[in-house]
């Protein structure tokens, strides 16, 4: 017999990131969001209090949580606010190449300086004219000696400014192109390593996405993650691995938008009722409700895939990395129309959720990149 119930440890794990959520996040998400900086303060505690790096080993610092577990607690994330959670989240999405692919020695190096400094990791593939085209990357590692001479252009980067070091694809024999793809820990204060400037946003402003350029940065072999040419499969895998963290950030984004909307409309009276008797908005609640359902289950079962080596993990995640941020932006815009112009208005939190939904629909790979990829897997 199937069970959706939880097991008393992870209900644990919930409680105590909603209760975390409920303390740092919410009562800082509007001043991180006007501010548009790296909540500092806020990773710190999450470090303080065993919210980072839950997904990885003990032995590295994390907290051995599977992905399900994970996607328990980057639900209370997105709920307590996206901008901050993203933050913590996209620190894993740097350090899973490593996860997937270091040696032993590696992981306790930089995994140890992470924890160490409570510091932060960002995962740099994107550049100008590469994105969801993985095959189009330009920027080169060219071996020389004992080091490799990095040279390129990347943007779009989580983390970036913020970061102790970062997960750089660069490919390292240009006639082999993208075969020749590799991963490389690159400290961020190394020399020829420029910040161009963080991205001005629409919305998750406390998230830093920074431009870098790389001049003839050197990079020593040992930090080199896996062999040449294992880039590719390494940066399929973490994103694998990291899209349901996507998705259930999204339903997060999306519960806390929905309750407000919900809360909202029970108390506002017109006509002498209050609005919810009114099928027009009762409807719109009840279809946010259930689309938000639908997507945490669609989201469950990808991470359980994940976690037992299902065959439909891959496909599975990137279904749930779509529909729930496709529902995240639904329902945030629903939200803000049953509250109408406070919905559109500073005064409510909702138009920065609205605000805030829009890149889960763009990072970790555009939703038209979900679509083909699960056109793929269905037209084998």
């Known amino acids: 017999m199937v069970d959706f119930s939880l097991e008393p440890k992870q209900i644990e794990l919930r409680e105590k990131v909603r209760d975390f959520a409920d303390r740092h996040m919410r009562p800082n998400s509007r001043k991180y969001d006007e501010l548009a900086e790296f909540p500092w303060d806020i990773v710190k505690k999450a470090y303080d209090e065993g919210m980072m790096n839950g997904p990885m080993d003990a032995k590295y610092g994390g907290h051995g949580h599977s992905i399900f577990e994970s996607a328990l607690a980057s639900e209370e994330f997105g709920a307590g606010c996206v901008g901050i959670g993203i933050c913590m989240d996209a620190n894993t999405l740097a350090l899973?190449?490593?996860?997937?692919?270091?040696?032993?020695?590696?992981?306790?190096r930089f995994f140890g300086e992470i924890n160490e400094k409570k510091s932060v990791a960002a995962y740099a593939l994107t550049e100008p004219n590469a994105g969801s085209d993985v095959a189009g990357i330009k920027t080169q590692a060219i071996l020389h000696?004992?080091?490799?001479?990095?040279?390129?252009?990347?943007?779009?980067?989580?983390?970036?400014?913020?970061?102790?070091?970062?997960?750089?694809?660069a490919i390292t024999d240009p006639s082999k192109g993208a075969r020749s793809l590799t991963?490389?820990?690159?400290?961020?204060?190394?020399?020829?390593?420029?910040?161009?400037?963080?991205?001005?946003?629409?919305?998750?402003?406390a998230s830093v996405q920074t431009e870098f350029k790389f001049h003839d940065v050197e990079v020593p072999v040992e930090n080199r993650i896996g062999g040449e040419g294992h880039g590719f499969l390494f940066a399929m895998k973490t994103f694998e691995r990291t899209r349901t963290g996507v998705a259930a950030l999204s339903i997060g984004n999306a519960r806390e938008a929905y309750e407000t909307a919900r809360d909202w409309a029970k108390n506002r009276i017109q006509f002498g009722k209050p609005i919810t008797v009114n099928q027009g908005v009762s409807f719109i609640l009840a279809d946010m409700a259930t689309e938000i359902e639908a997507a945490r289950l669609l989201t469950w079962n990808a991470a359980w895939a994940y976690d037992t080596k299902q065959k439909s993990a891959n496909l599975l995640s990137a279904m749930s990395k779509l529909y729930a941020s496709d529902v995240g932006m639904k329902v945030t815009t629903d939200a803000v129309q049953v509250m109408a112009g406070d919905g559109y208005s500073y005064d409510y939190l909702v138009e920065k959720m609205m605000r805030d939904a829009k890149l889960c629909q763009i990072y970790e790979g555009t939703n038209q990149i979900q679509r083909v990829v699960i056109g793929k897997g269905i037209l084998k």
């Open 183 to 205: 991963a490389f820990v690159v400290p961020t204060d190394s020399p020829g390593v420029e910040q161009v400037g963080d991205m001005r946003k629409m919305g998750q402003r």
């Open 96 to 108: 899973t190449p490593l996860y997937i692919g270091a040696s032993d020695e590696q992981k306790k």
């Open 145 to 169: 000696g004992d080091k490799y001479v990095l040279n390129g252009h990347k943007r779009f980067i989580t983390n970036g400014s913020a970061s102790t070091f970062i997960t750089v694809f």
